[in-house]
Each structure stands twice: as structure tokens, then as C-alpha cells.
């Protein structure tokens, strides 16, 4: 038996879960800083255009987003079976998968890479980009976009190697790419004079660096599951559950891609280009405190699978109820430190006093009902690691398309601008319900 199938079929779940998200949290963290980073070094380096380059990268936003709901529809529908291949030990399921995996994702790139270069200035001003901001947009997506294929096929397939259990060559991965971002970020930007299209192209390298990472992995001895070119013909059996299990992750980030048209259109209204900027830099600090609850439940995913597959249900059970103590302090702890020192936060991104005083505002609002998103997060991976795609679609829709829409349409007409952060807690609350609910549904069908 292989060591990774004695550890997840094993060892304490309390230890699963720090050893597995571990890894995937310092690496997601990372990450997220590098996100932050473009926005900070931007906001430092333009003087009095910060304002204006901050929105447009913000505009930008929704499409790094679509490019991550490629990355993650694949990775996650196919990590999921993946790990529950292995749980069966059908090895050759697992490598018929991961080869479909690189088909599957590098396919999809390709085109959005055409498209979006194509229909780039249309579709920024789709996203709210205002004819002042949108020369901004432009010179940072454009950048961004020819760089899909290698963004997506390093974010995929590193979900399929933490599906082995190597959470810390996947954490490797994240790591290598986020830190070589932030090191070229000031060079471009400050030495190169390059602006916002020095931190795009920062960027892209750092992903081209990824890239590279994951064809070592699998190029070398390092991986239980080798990656075989003739099994990359593509499989519809494998392509169509891949693509149904992480349809929900794929929706949840179109959905909340095309979430921002409506977003910057009424922020435009209610808040003009500086509310843009000021939902830019909230989206970026959220983003960071929710990498911690992302590692956990990429964490738990290949526990979850793996146990599922090998029918030890107690396990399943005993791993969701742990990770949502553990990520339900987590977010209690990040809205404690967002209400302790919200100016300090904004401060880091500008120093216009407008932008600043709504960024606090913002700030606060914004973050009331976070201690109740770990638990969504835990349900849909505990949904996805099943398999069960309908009822994770269900939990992702609850808020993205159920709540959260009308709450914008609707509120600012009573708060105005306070009415669009107002929809975020709301809606974050009444899709924990739902998910409350179809936790407890699955947690009972186990139990017979």
C-alpha cells in the first residue's frame, strides 16, 4: 500500500487537516499577496494617477476571475476524481484523468485567450471601466490575458497533485510563482517605468514560472500518477464528470465575474470611479482573508475523497465537523482584525483622503457576516469531494444568483452607495443557511 493511501486512510483527521492545508494555506497566502501587490506598488507608484490605476485593475478583476473559473472547474472536478481513484487504487483511472485534465485546460485557454484578446476594450467597458480609467484597463489586461494558458494550467494541475496528498509541492508551485511576482513587480514598475503594464507582465512571468514546476513534477519521479500523452485524447466519460464536478466552482466564478458588471455600474452611479477602486482594494483584502479557509478546504478535499471512496464514513463526518470549528475561528479572528485597523489597511493602498474614508466604510460593512463563509466553503468542498455537483451548484448559486443580485439592485435605492457593501453580509448570511441545510442532508444519507 502506498504511504499517502496509509496517511489518508489512517491517521487522525485532526492531523490530515493540518498537515494537508498546511501547505496549501502558506501557498495561497502567497499568492494573494502577489495579488495585492500589483495594486499596492501601482497605488505607491503613480502619484496622482494611483487613483485611476487602482480602478483599472480593479475593472480588470473580472477577468482574472473568469480565468480562474477555468482553473478551478478543471482542477477540482478532476481532483475530485483523482483522489477517489485512488481511494479504489485504480491507478490508471487517476492517470487517464490528469491527462485530461492538461487537454481539457489548455483547450479552454486557448480559446479565452483568442476571444478576450479580441473583445478586450468591449468587454472592460462591459465591467465598468470609464473612458478615463480605460486606457489603465486595457494596458494591464491585455497582458494578463495572453498569459491564460500558463495561469490556468498551473493553478488546474496543481490541485491534481494535492489530490495525491503532495500538498507541499503544490504549496512549492504557489510559492516559487507568488515570490517572483513580487520581486519583478518593483522592477517593472519603479526601475522599468513600465506601470500597470510592468505589473501585468511581472505577473505573467511568474506564472510561465509555475508552469514550469508542474511539467517537472510530472516529468520527473516525483508523482504516484504519471502523466501519459496518449491518454490525452480526450475521454467524454472523464471530460463530462470532470466538467460536472467542478461546474459549481465554474459558475461560482463566471457568475461572480459578471457579478462586478452590475457591481461597477452601480458603483459608477452611486460612488463614480474612486467607489471602483475602493471595491478593488475591499475585494483584494477579503480575497487575502479568505485564503486561510481555501487552504483548509483544499486540504480536506483529498481526505474527504479518499475516505469516501473507501467507504469510512465516520471519517468523512468527523473531517467536515473539525474543519468548520476550525474555519469559523479563522474568520472570526479576520473581522476582529478588519473593525481593529481599517484605515491602516487603506493606507497601505493610497493615501487619498476620498478613497480612504469609503475604503473604511467599506471595510466594516463589508466583513459583518464573514464568520459564517467557512462554513459554505466546507460544504461545497465536502459537496464536490462526493461528487455531488447538483447540490454544490445549488449552495454557489444561493448567494451568487438567489441573494446577492437583487440586494444590490435594491438596497441602494434606500442606503445609496452604503447599500451595495450592505448586500455583501446579507446575502454571505442566508447562504449559510442553505448550506447549513444540505450539510445536514448529506451528513444523515451517510449515517444510513
Known amino acids: 500500500m502506498h504511504t499517502k493511501d496509509v496517511m489518508l486512510g489512517n491517521e487522525s483527521i485532526g492531523n490530515l487537516i493540518v ?12 499568492q494573494a499577496l502577489y495579488n495585492l501587490v500589483d495594486t499596492i506598488f501601482v497605488g505607491r507608484g503613480l502619484g496622482e494617477q494611483s487613483m485611476l490605476a487602482i ?46 485534465m492538461v487537454t481539457l485546460v489548455v483547450t479552454v485557454s486557448v480559446a479565452f485567450t483568442i476571444l478576450g484578446l479580441i473583445f478586450l476594450d468591449p468587454m472592460l467597458k462591459i465591467f465598468g471601466a470609464s473612458d478615463i480609467v480605460l486606457p489603465f484597463a486595457s494596458e494591464y489586461t491585455k497582458y494578463i490575458v495572453i498569459g491564460t494558458t500558463f495561469f490556468t494550467f498551473s493553478a488546474a494541475m496543481s490541485n491534481a497533485i494535492r489530490a ?3 500538498t507541499k509541492f503544490a504549496m512549492a508551485i504557489m510559492l516559487v510563482s507568488s515570490i517572483t511576482n513580487i520581486i519583478l513587480d518593483p522592477l517593472f514598475i519603479f526601475e522599468f517605468g513600465m506601470g500597470v503594464k510592468g505589473a501585468a507582465i511581472a505577473t505573467v512571468i511568474s506564472q510561465v514560472v509555475g508552469c514550469v514546476m508542474v511539467v517537472y513534477y510530472y516529468a520527473s519521479s516525483m508523482s504516484r500518477v504519471d502523466l501519459i500523452v496518449s491518454y490525452m485524447r480526450p ?49 483584494k483584502v477579503f480575497m487575502l482573508t479568505l485564503m486561510p479557509i481555501i487552504g483548509i478546504k483544499q486540504g480536506i478535499q483529498p481526505i474527504v ?11 468523512v463526518k468527523k473531517t467536515i465537523s473539525l474543519s468548520n470549528y476550525i474555519v469559523t ?27 480612504i474614508d469609503m475604503g473604511i466604510t467599506a471595510l466594516k460593512i463589508s466583513f459583518l457576516m464573514m464568520p459564517f463563509i467557512g462554513y459554505q466553503v466546507v460544504t461545497t468542498a465536502l459537496l464536490q469531494s462526493l461528487g455531488k455537483s447538483k447540490e454544490s451548484l445549488i449552495v454557489t448559486l444561493s448567494r451568487q444568483i438567489i441573494f446577492l443580485p437583487p440586494l444590490v439592485i435594491i438596497l441602494p435605492w434606500f442606503f445609496g452607495l452604503n447599500g451595495i ?23 444523515a444519507m451517510m449515517k444510513h
Do not use: H
Open 19 to 30: 498537515k494537508l492545508s498546511a501547505p496549501a494555506i502558506v501557498g495561497l497566502l502567497v
Open 164 to 166: 495525491e496528498g503532495n
Open 305 to 315: 475523497g479518499y475516505n469516501y471512496g473507501a467507504n469510512e464514513f465516520a471519517r
Open 235 to 283: 475521454e467524454t466519460g472523464i471530460m463530462s464528470e470532470t466538467i460536472s464536478i467542478g461546474m459549481s466552482e465554474f459558475v461560482f466564478n463566471v457568475v461572480e465575474s459578471a457579478l462586478f458588471l452590475l457591481f461597477n455600474q452601480s458603483l459608477l452611479i452611486y460612488g463614480e470611479d474612486v467607489a471602483i477602486a475602493v471595491f478593488g482594494i475591499v475585494i
Open 421 to 443: 457593501w450592505i448586500s455583501f453580509p446579507i446575502s454571505d448570511f442566508l447562504a449559510c443557511v442553505v448550506a447549513v441545510l444540505i450539510t445536514k442532508k448529506e451528513i
Open 329 to 355: 475561528a479563522m474568520c472570526i479572528v479576520s473581522t476582529v482584525i478588519v473593525f481593529l485597523i481599517p484605515e491602516q489597511i487603506m493606507r497601505v493602498f493610497s493615501n487619498d483622503p476620498q478613497l
Open 55 to 100: 480602478a483599472g485593475i480593479s475593472v480588470a478583476f473580472p477577468v482574472q476571475i473568469l480565468m480562474m473559473a477555468i482553473a478551478l472547474g478543471v482542477g477540482i472536478g478532476g481532483s475530485s476524481i483523482v483522489s477517489r481513484a485512488l481511494g479504489k487504487k485504480d491507478i490508471i483511472k487517476a492517470e487517464r484523468t490528469v491527462a485530461n
